[in-house]
């Protein structure tokens, strides 16, 4: 799930983009089919894919960050402006952590 989120969040997947079939997937990585839908599921109720029937599932066309995460960088701005720290001083800080 989390490298879905990651191709979406870096525009490596596109909007609308299909995702292979569960089958398909959960052979190329060796799990099961059942997990592979348990994760498109929980993808689809994050609103990260949509399903179609008969279109199997695409990245959906309003993706939106997670409220935690949207909140968390909210407090992190607000905390960085308190302390001085412009837009680019917080890049640089995010991208030195991640």
């Known amino acids: 799930m989390a490298c879905v989120r990651r191709g ?17 997937l959960a052979k190329a990585l060796s799990v099961d089919r059942n997990t592979v839908l348990a994760a498109y599921r929980q993808l689809r109720e994050d609103g990260v894919l949509e399903f179609r029937r ?7 066309s309003a993706v939106t960050e997670p409220a935690p995460v949207t909140e968390a960088a909210q ?24």
Not at 8 to 24: D, F, K, R, T
Not at 75 to 98: C, Q
């Open 8 to 24: 979406v969040a870096s525009g490596e997947l596109a909007l609308g983009e299909q995702l292979p079939p569960a089958a398909e």
């Open 54 to 60: 008969g279109r199997g599932a695409r990245v959906a």
């Open 75 to 98: 407090l992190l701005v607000a905390v960085a402006r308190r302390h001085g720290l412009g837009r680019h001083d917080l890049l640089r800080l995010i991208e030195k952590l991640t």
